[in-house]
């Protein structure tokens, strides 16, 4: 069985541009990041650029920025580990404008020894904003890595608290 052709889009948003990546076809997102990421792919030469695809996730990640939307409704289809899917999967119910600790994290999906391998996860994360890896901190309310940068990471959490206190 062949693999489906991936797709990469790139449309500017807040926090500069973003890369969005998956199967245009089935409008399957396995990856978002924005421009410079530290874990951002190189854009293969078999990929296909098409700056309009996505655009129900472009709509969403619209709103998001916009203040309109707290949760995404998309289907994602992100390659990671058994145990990666699993701290992504924790990390999409964390509520909009809250934030946790990688050990709270842990403890979420009952590994709660495994703090560091949840904070390797977190950020292998390939969907940057859609699934929340920007809503983990530091166990002393500090901000700790993220792919994306820790100015990216501010912007993310203090637009999210706005948006929670305007409501």
Known sequence: ML??????GRFASPLGE?????NAA???VTGL????????????PEWIRDDRAFATARQQLAEFFAGTRTTFDLLLEPAGT???????QALREI????????GD???????PTASRAVGLANGRNPLSIIVPCHR???????????????????????????VSRSR
């Open 105 to 111: 994290l842990a403890r979420a999906i009952q590994q």
């Open 26 to 28: 089935t409008n399957t």
């Open 136 to 162: 983990v901190i530091g166990a002393n309310g500090a901000l700790t890595g993220y792919g994306g940068g820790l100015t990216a990471k501010r912007w993310l959490l203090d637009h999210e608290a706005r």
């Open 18 to 22: 973003l890369l969005i990546l998956g």
């Open 33 to 44: 990041w924005i421009t410079g990421e530290k874990h951002a792919p190189d854009i293969a």
């Open 95 to 102: 509520p909009y404008g809250t934030t946790t600790s990688y």
């Open 82 to 88: 058994p145990f990666q899917q699993r701290v992504w």
């Open 3 to 8: 693999a489906p052709q991936l797709t990469i």
